[in-house]
């Protein structure tokens, strides 16, 4: 199976790859998947007045996996929190050229994205 | 150095140039049927096959007269299994074979199971992939009537304890069925020592053509008999109908020539390979895991898992060397190799699984090429891994509450 020519660039050059602190203010960690099942994901965001000022991603995973969480990060830059909600798998999907076995990848890139606003959201109220 | 690199010869290997010399006339002027008695063109067909006969047979020390010739490997396996069951089944109804047999006798028994009520057992392996031969053993019924057991496994490369578990076949007076796929051609086997009565392989594994394989059947202490499972002219006594695909044969023989003559040198030369590169790697990367046996274990074959990075992801940082990875991305069930997992070893470390095959045509400077591209792509993945990550900043991966999907 050749994958798409965009799955083989965010792959060769991931965007956004690496780690914010997570107690830093503002920031919101998701990570989704399990090693046993060969995907984990981690999508952090940065949000400063509700708006999405940066992001950053780890992935354990295939190359689908990687490329999805690395489009999701500069998909959420410039975002609000609100926008970044909407983003659905199925957009991955499309933007990557994903074949039906890789369409779990970016399911994952979507519950990471959710994941990582849950996490912001909860630190926030908390507040 | 030409690219891509290939390191992939447990799936399949490039025809050596000698084989393919000696198909060649058996395309074109040598034409005939090997089953035409009455003319020349059939005489000199058969006496093609004759000769590669005795050229398979001698490989594995049996008589020529002992080879029936099928597709392929899985065919085979699929006649050893059925043949058996079907000529055999008023003795009883009861096969032994191991969790980690290639899917082609795996399937076959599960067909055996479903469609024909046979009992099946399926023998767990030790953690370095080797069945016990005591554990055989310990499950033969006075209804066995076959004991299966692979010669080599195709992933992991570890060697069984064959010519025990054949002792005990003759002692209990059961056939033993070996597919033997990735050791024939690779390490000595001889048929009369191992006490093994069938065993399946192919050419296109040891450096010939695809598409034709054999089955070798005992002829005597005891003589084996088979049921054929497809209907015909009858040819190869009787027990594989179809007209001989002559130039295959031709092939098969020669390459089964070339592996005697130059089996014990190229097992020599790849195993010192293989060790530099496991050396290699191991020297310059931590938590870096061998599957498989560390010595019983073909000379080609090394398997080893790189936690924190998932293998298909691993392929493709390195897509100019031809690998395979236990990882079951592209699966649809998305689980990793059922080899990994019936040695012990933990799904995460499956995903994380590569295989490398070398083979007659690997040179030393493409296997220190594949070290060193693997090295930089497992230390760039391991920067993006966040499991990795984790396990630097001292989290037991094993503690963490995943969410599954």
Known sequence: MAYSEKVVDHFNNPRNMGSFKKEEDGVGTGIVGAPECGDVMKLQIKVQNDTIVDAKFKTFGCGSAIASSSLATEWLKGKTVEEAGKIKNTDIVQELNLPPVKIHCSVLAEDAIKAALADYQKKADSK | ?405
């Open chain 2, 1 to 405: 150095m030409k690219f891509p690199i290939y390191l992939d010869n447990h799936a399949t290997t490039p025809m050596d140039p000698r084989v393919l010399e000696a198909m060649l006339p058996y395309f074109t002027e040598k034409f005939g049927n090997a089953a035409s008695r009455n003319h020349a063109f059939g005489w000199e067909a058969e006496e093609g096959v004759e000769t590669a006969r005795k050229q398979i047979a001698k490989l594995i020390h049996a008589d020529a007269k002992e080879i029936v010739f099928t597709s392929g490997a899985t065919e085979s396996n699929n006649l050893a299994l059925k043949g058996v069951v079907e000529m055999y089944h008023e003795k009883g109804d009861h096969i032994i074979t191991s969790s980690t047999e290639h899917r082609a006798v795996l399937d076959t028994a599960k067909t055996l199971e479903t469609k024909r009520g046979v009992k099946v057992t399926y023998l767990p392996v030790d953690k370095f992939g080797m069945v016990n031969p005591e554990d055989v053993r310990n499950a033969i019924t006075d209804k066995t009537i076959l004991i299966s057991i692979m010669f080599a496994n195709n992933e992991i490369g570890t060697i069984n304890p064959i010519k025990e578990i054949g002792k005990i076949a003759k002692e209990k007076g059961i056939l033993f069925h070996c597919d033997a796929t990735q050791g024939v051609g690779k390490v000595p086997i001889n048929v009369q020592e191992m006490g093994i009565d069938l065993m399946s392989f192919s050419a296109h594994k040891i450096y010939g053509p695809k598409g034709i394989g054999a089955l070798y059947v005992r002829k005597k202490n005891p003589r084996v008999r088979i049921a054929a499972q497809m209907d015909g002219g009858g040819h190869e006594r009787g027990m594989r109908s179809g007209t001989l695909p002559v130039p295959l044969i031709v092939g098969f023989g020669k390459a089964c020539e070339l592996c005697e003559q130059e089996m014990a040198a190229d097992a020599a030369r790849l195993s010192v390979m293989r060790d530099r590169l496991h050396a290699t790697i191991t020297k310059a990367l931590e938590e870096v895991y061998l599957n498989g046996h560390p010595t019983e274990r073909l000379p080609h074959n090394l398997n080893i898992s790189f936690a924190y990075v998932e293998g298909e992801s691993l392929l493709m940082g390195c897509k100019e060397i031809a690998l395979s990875s236990g990882s079951a991305c592209t699966s649809a069930t998305l689980e990793p190799s059922y080899v990994l997992r019936a040695l012990g070893v933990g799904a995460e470390l499956a995903h994380s699984s590569i295989r490398f095959g070398l083979g007659r045509f690997t040179l030393d400077e493409e296997v220190d090429y594949a070290a060193k591209k693997i090295i930089e792509t497992v230390t760039k993945l391991r920067e993006m891994s966040p499991l990795y990550e984790m396990a630097k900043e001292g989290i037991d991966l094993k503690t963490v509450q995943w969410a599954a999907h």
